[in-house]
């Protein structure tokens, strides 16, 4: 499905991802962890292509994405959504605009210019946002907002596109644990519905082993650790972090062990 072969960037003398071999062979829930500076985010940006590699080739079902130009490297984008810390969302737009801004890849200049959408797409739009649990927000700016309703509207921007992969960069690191815990239930369902394959930069150890499938521990650039949550024992953590590590950066403080997550057919909050 998914094959990072030798996938390197290098920026002047600095390897911020050096030599990353991976497969992915079905859709899962996957999370990366490491200490800020570990490459994490620079893996996921050239899977996007938001960044171009150095050397090394990602196959996504036998096809080089790195390859891609123009048309094809923006349908490969639709296909492989991204999520930001931060949101991204326009501030003083609606939010079901936003929500609407994950089909510009596919609509003409004409109609992005006077922001013209079909009616299909809008009620679909608002589909997303109710499952979300957040319909009632529909018409509001995003700026007004909690943090976590603002990234569950990313999210939904996210799945206008129908992508194949959705890549989340850090997506709670900006978030309180109980809002944290309202996002990742939302793209653990994601995945488990959907199908979706989910690749996530985590920040904490808790967060990756309550929500993932397969974990994949980064250090200076390179893999040092790809196994199942279980696996991920303090003698790992200490591997991927370094020996004298605090592990302020996978600290429990923020745990999400207490919080249970709800089963499929439980909506999140609207209020979160």
Known sequence: ??????????????????????????PM?????GASGAGKSTLLRMVNRLTDATEG???????????????EMRQWQSQCAMIFQQFNLVPRMDVVSNV???TLNRRSTLSTMFNLYPSADIHRAIDILERMGIEAHAAK?????????????????????DPRIILADEPIASLDPMNAKVVMD?????????GRTVIANLHTLDTARQYCDRVIGMRLGR???????DQLTTGVARDIYG???????AATSTSLDTLKRPTPAQPAPANA
């Open 186 to 194: 939302t793209l653990r369902r994601i995945h488990e519905e959907d």
């Open 57 to 71: 080739r990602l196959l996504f079902e036998g096809r080089d994405v790195l390859q891609l130009k123009g048309a």
């Open 243 to 249: 020996a004298d590590a605090s592990f302020s950066e």
């Open 29 to 33: 829930m996957i999370g990366i962890i």
């Open 1 to 26: 499905m998914l094959a990072f072969q030798g996938l390197t960037k290098r920026f002047g003398n600095n390897t911020a991802v050096d030599n990353v071999c991976l497969e992915v062979d079905r």
């Open 223 to 229: 893999v040092v650790f790809d196994g199942t949550p």
């Open 141 to 161: 700016r995003a700026e007004a907002l909690s943090g976590g309703q603002q990234q569950r509207v990313a999210i939904a921007r996210a799945l206008m596109q």
């Open 100 to 102: 609407l801004h994950g």
